[in-house]
């Protein structure tokens, strides 16, 4: 664990004279802040503003969506709208496993069994929420053909698809009214009365529905949990570094004022657009990440010229010149990477944009403004009840502008810059190789623990129930009269089932293997049509009067899982082969291809957006290009290694004794790459930008790149070291959560943060810098004579 150094107590300073007219303190040599002019009302006013925060944003939990995964108008969503509109088919919202434990007999198909199960049906069926219902024991001509004369059931038959291989459970399908929220409140108020025992059936609930309410509450128990788990570990982390138990309530303010102001933020944008559940979790966290990283740095340096003898309002202006302006670029780098995620359609990515942009704007207000205000309103008071005086060590005698490890590390290291520089690089490219394997895939059930009841839902779905309307490929074809036009619809199938990996293609004209038609249509084939009267598609002319109805589907089982990647790569196949009409592929295959292929098009934007701006603030806070293209490229290697990690951690399954246990796809959502590189990458720059600035100061002031690469590394070290171990600290709580999707987060954002502060900033910058040289510094007459003229952000 890194080690602090509280200074020695600041020598009383001389009464500071009253300030004149116009913000100038005749004795301390610069303008005074207007933060410490007008301290009283600065705190007041972030007083009011936290607690009109509180009520702004205390029923934000309760309008939060736990997905908003699938961009909002991609071809799978409009598929299952009209199939679920016109052809009463489609992915059901809802899915209950009614499984029988009683030794031998004919399990579902028991008469108790039945009478329970249907029972089951006509409750679930009962409330205004739910638009239909179908399960194995539901009446009807489509149930009867799909039995034997004994009452089993024969697959293939909708009833069949239904009905487990072994006999012991079946399914009962619901699909719910309204959009995202209304189906997770529906959900959420009929599973308590539809689950348990009924007679001999155990009943548990999921599907996509369920799996919503359940990841919104283990959110919300996640978030406690954290806190907890967090709590104590980051308090006593923040006495060591800040020295007084004053000087680390600091942090806390900030980010509390952080992330009230955000969480209020983020309630108002419920009522405009779909927010994620993920965006209060993962904009929480960041908000005491920043406030720590802020104040810390803020606090350092004022406490560092007050040790030069200089009073609070020439303290404060020094530090708000020097650190405050660090501080006005880094949030500028954390803001601009997390607003690359407003590029994105997907809601989830987007609402974690918006947190993540307004979370760093208040934490910079709050260190900026609120933070100098606080400090000028306690002088000396900051250095009271220092909890661990007794046992932090002073000050070494000798140089003072080299008193720690960190400078005597940089000199060795540039010392040989290769012999260092060389192995570290091999080492983040060493952990960047699995990433090289990735597949790519969306969360599903499994982004809950495996005793959760949708887990374990989704898992015998999986197991037991390959053909139900849960888990296949749907294609939709809302404009074909496959009444008057078989043929087009015979052979579309048959081309649609010779795709590799389909296993079958079931439609109105019978069911197909590998371009044969291996089954005649069953009674039960006009579900394959649109029935008579439906609301249209708008962009389907309707049918002339008289007319049958256009509109058909065919349902399309493929081998592996749903969410396979191999799927998502199948349904691209399928979208390519020639369709007699219209035709809109759906399922959960489907959505991943979309999913992939919306982030896929816009991530070049992303990433070009990231880079220039990200190259454009360190050239700004710098004005040295060769110190911003090193910054951008160490950072973009820091997080390969990461990314690498993920893989080898949650794609492949290593490690899981380590970080909790998950289930293993063989895969990685997606997104969670892209969240990790937009927040890591923002953090990173933040630590570079602080690193960065103390050098540029000391070579400045006529250091040459060896001492001013010692001074600022020996100065700001310390202060990104001790921020990224809080950081990590808080990480790793958030990665106790049980949804994989923040647990991965979590591990990235913890291990990104480790990696950078200590390998990448502590090793191989001091050997970058001291391979250029000279170079380092340089820089064109249109910056340079700008050069020694930064002026503080901050008055």
Aim: charged residues 20%.
């Amino acid at each position: 664990m890194p080690t602090t150094t509280k200074p020695d107590p600041a020598p009383s300073p001389a009464p500071e004279p009253a300030s004149p007219p116009g913000g100038h303190h005749g004795s301390v040599g610069g303008p005074v802040p207007f933060a410490v002019r007008h301290r009283r009302l600065v705190s007041v006013l972030a007083l009011l503003l936290m607690a009109l925060s509180v009520p702004a944003g205390r029923d934000v939990a309760d309008r939060l969506s736990s997905g908003g995964i699938v961009p909002p108008g991609a071809e799978s969503v409009r598929a299952e709208e009209i199939l679920r509109r016109d052809l009463q088919a489609g992915r059901p919202e809802l899915v209950l496993l009614a499984r029988t434990d009683a030794p031998g007999g004919r399990g579902v198909d028991e008469t108790a069994a039945v009478t329970a199960g249907r029972a089951v049906e006509r409750r679930l069926a009962a409330d205004p929420g739910v638009e239909r219902v179908r399960s194995y024991w539901s009446p009807g001509p489509a149930a009867a053909a799909s039995r034997t004369a004994d009452g089993r059931s024969a697959t293939p038959g909708p009833a069949g698809a239904l009905r487990a291989r072994d006999g012991r459970s079946a399914l009962v399908l619901a699909w719910l009214r309204g959009g995202d929220r209304e189906r997770g409140r529906t959900a959420e108020r009929v599973v308590p009365g539809v689950t348990g025992r009924f007679g001999p059936l155990e009943v548990t609930a999921g599907g996509e529905a369920a799996t919503r309410v359940e990841v919104a509450r283990q959110a919300s128990r996640d978030a406690r949990m954290s806190e907890l788990v967090a709590l104590p570990v980051t308090v006593t982390l923040l006495l060591l570094v800040f020295g007084s138990l004053v000087a680390a309530t600091l942090p806390v303010l900030v980010g509390v004022f952080a992330a009230l102001g955000t969480t209020a933020l983020l309630r108002r944008l419920t009522d405009v657009t779909e927010i994620s559940v993920y965006a209060l979790n993962i904009g929480t966290a960041l908000a005491f990440a920043l406030a720590i990283d802020y104040s810390l740095f803020l606090v350092t340096r004022y406490r560092e010229e007050r040790t030069n003898g200089a009073g609070t309002a020439q303290a404060l202006h020094t530090a708000l010149r020097t650190a405050g302006r660090a501080v006005a670029f880094s949030a500028g780098t954390v803001a601009c990477s997390m607003a690359a995620l407003l590029v994105f359609p997907h809601p989830l990515l987007r609402s974690i944009g918006y947190a993540g942009v307004a979370v760093t704007v208040m934490a910079a207000v709050g260190s900026l403004v609120v933070l100098p205000a606080v400090l000028a309103l306690l002088g000396d008071r900051l250095e009271r009840l220092d909890i661990f005086a007794r046992w932090r060590r002073r000050p070494r005698a000798g140089n003072a502008a080299e008193r720690g490890g960190w400078a005597r590390i940089a000199r060795a290291v540039m010392r040989r810059p290769l012999a260092t520089g060389i192995p570290v690089t091999c080492l983040l490219v060493l952990l960047t190789i699995p990433f090289t394997d990735v597949r790519f895939s969306m969360s599903d059930d499994r982004v809950l623990p495996p005793s959760t009841g949708a887990g374990g839902v989704g898992a015998a779905l999986r197991d037991d129930f390959p053909d139900s309307p849960v888990g296949v490929t749907t294609i939709a074809l809302p404009d074909l009269d496959a009444r008057s036009h078989t043929a087009e619809l015979d052979r579309y199938a048959r081309r649609v089932s010779t795709v590799a990996g389909v296993a079958r293609v079931d439609t109105a004209t019978g069911t197909y293997r590998e371009g044969r038609l291996v089954a005649r249509p069953s009674s039960s084939a006009a579900r394959f049509l649109t029935p008579p009267g439906p609301v249209r598609d708008g962009a389907s002319p309707p049918p002339a009067p008289g007319a049958a109805p256009r509109g058909a589907y065919l349902s399309v089982a493929t081998v592996g899982e749903p969410g396979d990647p191999a799927n998502a790569d199948r349904v691209e196949v399928i979208r390519d082969v020639p369709a007699p009409a219209r035709a809109l592929v759906g399922g959960f295959g489907a959505r991943v291809a979309d999913v992939r292929g919306a982030i896929g098009d816009r991530l070049p934007l992303a990433l070009t957006l990231v880079g220039v701006s990200m190259v454009a603030l360190v050239l700004g806070l710098t004005r040295r290009p060769v110190l911003a293209v090193k910054a951008l490229v160490l950072n973009t290697l820091s997080l390969c290694a990461t990314f690498g990690a993920l893989v080898f951690v949650f794609q492949q399954g290593h490690l899981r004794w380590l970080v909790g246990d998950f289930v293993a796809t063989g895969s990685l959502d997606v997104q969670i790459p892209v969240v990790t590189f937009c927040v890591a990458f923002g953090l990173s720059m933040d630590y570079e930008c602080m690193l960065l600035s103390r050098m540029v100061e000391e070579h400045r002031a006529g250091a040459d790149t060896v001492t001013a690469v010692a001074r600022g590394l020996d100065r700001t070290a310390r202060l990104f070291t001790w921020s990224a171990t809080i950081l990590a600290v808080v990480m790793v709580a958030l990665a106790t959560s049980g949804l994989v999707f923040l647990k991965a987060v979590g591990v990235g954002l913890a291990l990104a943060a480790v990696l950078d502060a200590t390998v990448v900033r502590g090793l191989l910058v001091p050997a970058v810098m001291r391979l250029a040289g000279r170079a380092n510094w340089w820089a064109p007459a249109w910056l340079r004579g700008r050069a020694d003229k930064a002026e503080p952000l901050v008055r």
